[in-house]
């Protein structure tokens, strides 16, 4: 016997809601943008990464760190400290600047 269930799916606009949560509460959109930024950094240095052909492991021995802490980094299970971020891009050939927006 065949079994066909069907799962239902619902749509979920999730920017419309991520936008509306923001516009009520300070407090999340805050720390919404924050993530944002911090979530476009990483991906910026996994970018730069995967261009030089450097693998994980490379980098964690370049950098004097482990292979799963870069891993762990890349998959925003953790947030790297200021030092430690600037230490891994810096090893990759590049500096943080601050801009005005």
């Known amino acids: 016997m065949e079994r066909n269930d069907h799962m239902p799916f619902t749509t979920i ?7 509306e949560k923001k516009q009520k509460d300070k407090a999340f959109a805050k720390q919404w943008d924050e993530s944002r930024n911090e979530y476009k950094l ?4 996994i970018k730069i990464r995967k261009e030089q052909h450097i693998t994980q492991t490379q980098l964690a ?24 971020f600037c230490k891994i891009i810096n090893t990759l050939g590049y500096d943080l600047k601050i801009v005005k927006r």
Do not use: C, Y
């Open 42 to 45: 990483i991906q910026e240095m």
């Open 13 to 19: 606009k999730t920017e419309e809601l991520i936008h």
């Open 61 to 84: 021995k370049m950098t004097g760190n482990k292979q799963q802490s870069i891993s762990r980094i890349e998959k925003k299970l953790v947030k790297p400290s200021l030092a430690t």
